[in-house]
């Protein structure tokens, strides 16, 4: 008996070691799939953030090629309507237009400049002579300086022999 009992308790000691062995290779299964989930978890929020990341330097590229237009346009915008009249600047392309066209200049003169609103209008009277293709070609290249230039009132009137006329303009130039 007391072998079949030692068989017995041989048999209970090893059905004891193979459940705790099961239950430790279970509890380990577990932790392992816990881990695996934690793993799995943090690989996709690292994607998120890196799909963020995309996300917000495509907005930044965006944003600077946006700037940069701005800053275009903020530059064709100070060459139309400069801060201050720069009127030497002014009279330098008057006076390359004119001699390009051989026409003549009689007089110019700057007027006062009357405040509106966040702009100075600059009122600009001009008299020149010569034939009116050419005073055409003058007239179309002020108004298309790269500065405005507003025409408020031309007269153009025959002058002495032909092709020659007299012009008289009054153009507004602007500056902030």
């Known amino acids: 008996m007391n072998r079949l009992s030692?068989?017995?308790l041989d048999r209970i000691c090893m059905l004891i070691i193979l459940v705790v062995a099961g239950t430790f290779l279970g509890l380990m299964a577990d932790a392992n799939r816990k881990r695996q989930a934690e793993i799995q978890k943090s690989h996709r929020m690292v994607a998120d953030r890196l799909k963020g990341l995309k996300t917000n330097e495509e907005k930044s590229r965006q944003i600077q090629a946006e700037l940069a237009d701005a800053r275009e346009k903020l530059n064709t915008f100070n060459r139309m309507i400069p801060k201050t009249s720069e009127f030497g600047e002014f009279l330098d392309q008057i006076d390359s237009m004119m001699k390009k066209r051989e026409l003549t200049l009689i007089?110019?003169?700057p007027q006062a400049g009357v405040?509106?609103?966040?702009?100075?209008?600059i009122?600009?009277?001009m008299q020149f002579r010569g034939a009116f293709a050419d005073i055409f070609d003058m007239v179309h290249s002020l108004e298309t300086t790269g500065r405005i230039v507003v025409m408020d009132r031309i007269a153009i009137a025959r002058s002495g022999k032909p092709p020659a006329c007299e012009v008289e303009l009054l153009a507004n130039i602007f500056s902030r």
């Open 107 to 109: 007089s110019i003169q």
């Open 6 to 8: 030692l068989k017995n």
């Open 115 to 121: 405040k509106e609103k966040t702009l100075t209008r």
């Open 123 to 125: 009122p600009v009277r």
